[in-house]
């Protein structure tokens, strides 16, 4: 998994930066290791979410259109944040089990999918 750098272990960084007088050079030296981190996030991120709708396909056959409606609409549903609806499904290939909200979201997801499609 991935470190946050915290503002302690900066500390040191800006000590010298700052010393040798370049309070600008400091700050945009924390502000570039801050939207790496972000990215690297992100990048760790994408890897779950682009796998999920693919799982979702298996588990719910449907269109890959339909599976991302699903995880967008579980998400919502549920309050919670679209890559941590996708990590809990690809955690369950590693036999965790789903959150309680979650699982009961995609029942009622599936089932709205499933009332449309009858019409």
Known sequence: MHHMTTLHEEQ???RAVTAAGDAALAVEVLELRARNEQ?????ES???IDQAPGMVMVLAPCSSEQSWGLLVDV???CNVKLRDVAAALVATTKGQELPEAIRCE???ALWRLRALERR
Do not use: K, Y
């Open 12 to 14: 040191p960084l800006l």
């Open 75 to 77: 998400s919502q549903h």
């Open 39 to 43: 990215l690297e996030q992100a990048l």
């Open 46 to 48: 994408r890897a779950v």
């Open 106 to 108: 995609w029942r009622g």
